[in-house]
């Protein structure tokens, strides 16, 4: 991939032009027929991921076993547009499909069109829908992006009266070239039921589904919440124009686990789960997570979620999986690493290692799930132990931050320069400061972490910040005490944040936003060099 030849506009209308005669609908456009009771249909949308510099990740579903066919071109009207290869949409994947476009010229609007060919009946095809995306510049140009995690949170569903998932909408706007989720796609564990009263009066009234009125166990009920989050209508109109980096956390599956968790907790026995080991559960939502979002496959690793997005000379974004491979959620107190101190893994670790020291990107962005000094948990019996990094104790590194002590240490050693790192998973927004003159560990440099969300939660207080590494909350905003905990939409705190970098200065300023576009809180970031 790194040694590929980037097409150019011209090359790309030069390749596209010479088969369009051929490529219509798909080379044999006149024998279709048109019968619109037999029709496939596109059920969810269409929408994108893992944008480069010449690809990108197009997905769709069909209501049956189907053919994917892609058409893609520099321009909406779709003169000379490109037929890609295709792909089937089966049973076996609920009929999802998602095709990896290659080839593209860089820096550029991609427009793509999307049709499915019914399998039993060759000669038909479904209404097309068309998207699109804009590939990262090869060059030294300006770019931006929004992130955010947290969406169907808490029992708040869609609300069609109040406007569905306002915050899409408003991301939208910004015209971004790209979006972070940082997890918690969906909430498996999260029933919606039809109403819920509000405390300052009236009701929020959510659409149900089926598989969304209990917390998700079996392969179709995972699938179902990511199809009740593809009913609101704010959702389809960004993913057809904004693509998608995601990474997933907790509640793709059920509230604080682990792998090879014991299902017995008090919060495992309230929603009535009948396996008895979370791996099974693992497996089927880790499968949906992939079916349903435009994520690269990696081929001897199909079910991988850390991943490394280079995005043009400004920018590498580092995905990571902190669910995956971490060890029990124990007390946390081990003074040496090993499996119970484990979060994101000897692998994973090493890979982010290399990968950092190799990037040749100005900025590094690591997209974590979690934050880093946050979210000291414990989940009813404190047997059960603490969910994140943060031990909860201010001196020397213990348990999962010794592998955060190790990291840090790394990139200081190695000379890897402007880090920054991205998360959500709070459901307030917040910036922290990491500054070793401030910390009972100090063999790293200063780095920041930027905090936002929900997308569409519940809002919560601050947490308490643990000062291991040494961070300043320098910005929170959050329901205070006397608003309470799990504050509805309606009350306007919910958060995304915005990041552009200068293709001139290569400054890069991150931007703190609610859900009505107000800039609540910005800090301009200078690069190092050298």
Do not use: C
Request: avoid cysteine; charge should be neutral; aromatic fraction near 10%.
């Amino acid at each position: 991939m790194a040694n590929r030849i980037i097409t150019t506009r011209r090359r790309f209308l030069t390749t596209t032009a010479a088969a369009a005669a051929f490529t219509g609908l798909g080379g044999v456009a006149k024998p279709f027929i048109s019968r619109a009771n037999d029709r496939p249909l596109i059920s969810h949308g269409v929408q994108s991921g893992d944008v480069s510099i010449d690809s990108g990740v197009v997905w769709a579903r069909a209501d049956r076993p189907s053919r994917m066919l892609v058409e893609v071109a520099t321009t909406d009207s779709f003169k000379n547009a490109r037929q890609m290869a295709f792909v089937d949409a089966l049973p076996e994947s609920d009929f999802t499909a998602k095709l990896l476009l290659e080839d593209l010229p860089s820096a550029q609007d991609i427009f793509y069109r999307v049709r499915f060919q019914d399998l039993s009946a060759p000669t038909i095809l479904s209404e097309p829908k068309i998207g699109r995306f804009r590939t990262a510049p090869s060059d030294r140009r300006s770019i931006s992006f929004v992130w955010s995690g947290d969406t169907a949170g808490q029992g708040w569903g869609i609300d069609l009266d109040r406007g569905g998932m306002r915050t899409y909408t408003t991301m939208l706007n910004n015209r971004p070239d790209f979006f972070i989720h940082n997890g918690d796609n969906i909430y498996a564990d999260g029933p919606i039921q039809s109403e819920v009263k509000l405390k300052s009066g009236g009701v929020w009234k959510n659409i149900v589904t089926e598989d969304k009125s209990k917390p998700a166990e079996t392969l179709a009920e995972f699938r179902g919440n990511y199809k009740y989050n593809l009913l609101d209508k704010n959702l389809l109109a960004f993913n057809a124009q904004i693509p998608m980096l995601t990474q997933w956390d907790d509640h793709e599956v059920t509230n604080n686990w682990w792998p090879g968790e014991p299902i017995g907790r008090a919060d495992h026995q309230r929603k009535k789960y009948v396996d008895k080991n979370m791996l099974q559960m693992v497996a089927r939502s880790g499968r949906a997570f992939h079916e349903f979002m435009p994520t690269r496959q990696v081929q001897a690793e199909p079910g991988r979620v850390y991943r490394k997005i280079s995005y043009g000379p400004l920018l590498d974004v580092f995905m990571l999986d902190m669910r995956s491979y971490r060890g029990p959620n124990g007390e946390g107190l081990e003074t040496e690493y090993g499996p119970s101190a484990y979060f994101l893994g000897p692998q994973q670790l090493a890979w982010l290692k290399r990968e950092l020291v190799n990037s040749k990107a100005t900025w590094k962005v690591i997209s974590a799930d979690m934050p880093i000094s946050l979210l000291v948990v414990y989940d009813g019996d404190r047997k059960w132990g603490v969910e994140a990094v943060a031990q909860g104790e201010p001196g020397a590194p213990k348990g999962r931050e010794l592998e955060i002590a190790d990291l840090l240490s790394f990139i200081k050693r190695a000379g890897v320069k402007n880090t920054v790192w991205l998360t959500a998973d709070v459901h307030y927004t917040a910036a922290h400061y990491y500054d070793p003159n401030k910390a009972a560990f100090q063999d790293f440099e200063p780095f920041w972490e930027f905090v936002s969300g929900p997308i569409h939660a519940g809002t919560f207080g601050p947490n308490t910040l643990d000062k291991t590494f040494g961070p300043e909350l320098v910005y929170v905003k959050a329901p205070s005490k006397e608003q309470g905990v799990n504050l509805p939409p309606t009350e306007g705190m919910q958060f995304f944040g915005h990041v552009g970098i200068d293709g001139t200065t290569q400054q890069m300023t991150v931007t703190l936003k609610d859900w009505d576009d107000k800039a609540l809180w910005a800090k301009t970031l200078d690069p190092v060099f050298g």
